[in-house]
């Protein structure tokens, strides 16, 4: 909104094309307009958008708890602030490539840098019992919710891994494909991209309503697997190609007549 302060559109579109190296799309690629028209206001002075009131002192606040975070206790990393900050950035930078983080790796991850930065932790009695520090599993649940604000969350899209000049390739081939349609005189029209997706023959979902406390809830097409093959693309002037369905099949039935392929070629 410092970039842009008089437009909440211009804003919206550069959250949308911030991209990090790991991820596909931007973090803010689901923010709408009407999430930000209900985060801003308009100022009737300056004509700039300002934060809302609520939000503003909600912003303020949550400031003044990082701060105090930073600058009070680490727990008891308080006197090892070398390993305190290495395992903050390894979990970070797993995390941004989309490694998974379950209890496993993360234990490994803290234990291993305790034992190489800061093994004296290991022998230090901690709690009223007096027992040795362990990396438990309540011990980095803590740990992860506390300082990285991380909480237990089910996949929802494939990381992929992509190279340190990804965006530098992609600049390439748009390049390199205007400099070939320019000298061949390719129009917009012809200029086709497409990709493709499964779809399932006979959709299923995970979820349906049922009798509450039945141990066993059943659901046609759970176990079906069967799929087709859908493209989709379209061209560079905006247009968007009618939808393929590719499928196999034991009989002629599937395959066109003459009339149906010379139409088309038509």
């Given amino acids: ?42 100022d009737v002075q300056s004509g700039h958008f300002k934060l809302r009131k609520k939000y503003e002192e909600g912003v303020v606040a949550q400031k003044a708890k990082v701060q105090k975070g930073k600058s009070g206790s680490r727990g008891i990393f308080k006197d090892h602030p070398q390993a305190f900050d290495m395992i903050l950035s390894t979990l970070k930078g797993m995390r941004d490539v989309g490694q998974p983080m379950d209890a496993n790796v993360a234990q490994t991850v ?43 969350r089910r996949a929802t899209t494939a990381a992929s891994k992509l190279p340190e000049d990804w965006e530098q390739q992609g600049d390439e081939m748009a390049f390199r494909m205007a400099a070939l349609c320019k000298m061949e005189g390719i129009p917009p029209e012809l200029v086709c991209n497409s990709d493709q997706t499964a779809v399932h023959l006979r959709p299923s979902t995970e979820q349906t309503y049922e009798v509450k406390g039945l141990k066993e809830v059943k659901c046609l097409g759970k176990d079906d697997k069967r ?12 247009e968007l190609v009618p939808l393929q369905l590719v499928f196999q099949g034991k009989t002629e039935a599937e395959v066109p007549k003459d009339e149906d392929v010379k139409q088309v070629r038509i």
């Fill in 227 to 238: 799929q087709i093959t859908a493209v989709v693309s379209s061209t560079a002037s905006g």
């Fill in 1 to 42: 909104m410092r970039q842009h302060p008089k437009s909440l559109y211009d804003a919206l579109f550069s959250l949308q094309h911030i991209r990090k190296p790991g991820r596909i799309g931007s973090l803010f690629d689901k923010l709408t307009m009407n999430t930000m028209e209900g985060w801003f206001e308009r």
């Fill in 110 to 152: 803290i234990l291993g840098i305790v034992q190489a930065l800061a093994p004296e932790l290991l022998l230090k009695r901690t709690g009223r019992g007096g027992k040795l520090f362990q990396v438990s599993k309540r011990f980095f649940r803590k740990f992860l919710n506390r300082y990285l604000g991380w909480t237990w």
